[in-house]
């Protein structure tokens, strides 16, 4: 069995095929995984819930099957979209642009803490123009490990208020995700342990007294085993 993908919204779950029917392992506070990792190559490709596998040595995926991404993008062009601002803990803030119906949808798949609606304008082509001119002041990018550092943490609120008085946005939104964090989650990959919780990519198991936080993108390709033996850090620097 191979972890094919994995869904953040609005069930987080991880999808699991082996050349045949897909099916999904759902990622709710509470859940007990129990899986080891064995080798990592290409995820393949899921159409109408059937997986279609690949042995490309490449992982998440080979050129071939990252391709497809491409494509349903250039579908979704011309519908109205909506540019916006998210916001991670404590303080890092960045302007994207999304399908005026996934505003929200998108906003929790990046893991957001809060959101800001800024613009709506009729396509894909104007919101890009849009969000080219805010990047100028705004990072347009805030990568994984970057949110990952801000776990546990909370959001400066005066610099977010600062930022919302300085665009006057249509709408906001506060997210919440429910990790209740003592303390920051080592970094590590692996898919055994308890489900703390999901928040954008990154899921938060706890396992060994310790509270782990994994970039669901970096399970993808690989084959499951039966039961994970590897030693891993743990909070104190120690290892289990």
Not at 12 to 38: I, K, N, Q
Not at 186 to 215: I, K, M, N, S
Request: charged share 30%.
């Amino acid at each position: 069995m191979q972890v094919v993908g994995y869904h953040p919204v609005p069930e987080p779950a991880l999808v699991l095929a082996d050349g045949g029917p897909s099916e999904r392992v759902t990622l709710t506070p509470g859940t007990e995984l129990e899986y080891g990792l064995g080798e990592r190559h290409c995820a393949g490709t899921v159409q109408n819930g059937h997986h279609v596998p690949c042995s490309e040595p490449r992982a998440p995926f080979c050129p071939r099957h990252t391709a497809r991404f491409d494509e349903s993008t250039l579908r979704e062009r011309t519908s109205e979209h909506a540019v916006y601002l998210a916001a991670f803990a404590p303080a890092l803030f960045k302007v994207g642009i999304t399908r005026r119906d996934r505003l929200q949808t998108r906003l929790r798949e990046q893991g957001a803490d809060r959101g800001a609606h800024l613009q709506t304008v009729p396509d894909g082509d104007v919101a890009r123009d849009v969000e080219e001119r805010l990047g100028r002041d705004l990072s347009q990018r805030v990568r994984t490990r970057q949110k990952r550092a801000g776990l546990g943490e909370r959001i400066d609120e005066e610099a977010w208020e600062a930022l919302l008085d300085s665009h006057d946005p249509l709408s906001v939104f506060d997210f919440e995700y429910g990790l209740d964090l003592a303390g920051q989650p080592v970094d590590e990959t692996l898919a055994a342990g308890t489900v703390c919780g999901v928040q954008g990519r990154l899921l938060v198991l706890r396992r060994a007294g310790t509270t782990y936080a994994v970039d669901l993108r970096d399970l993808v390709g690989y084959e499951l085993t039966d039961r994970d033996t590897r030693p891993l850090q743990s909070s104190l620097g120690s290892f289990d």
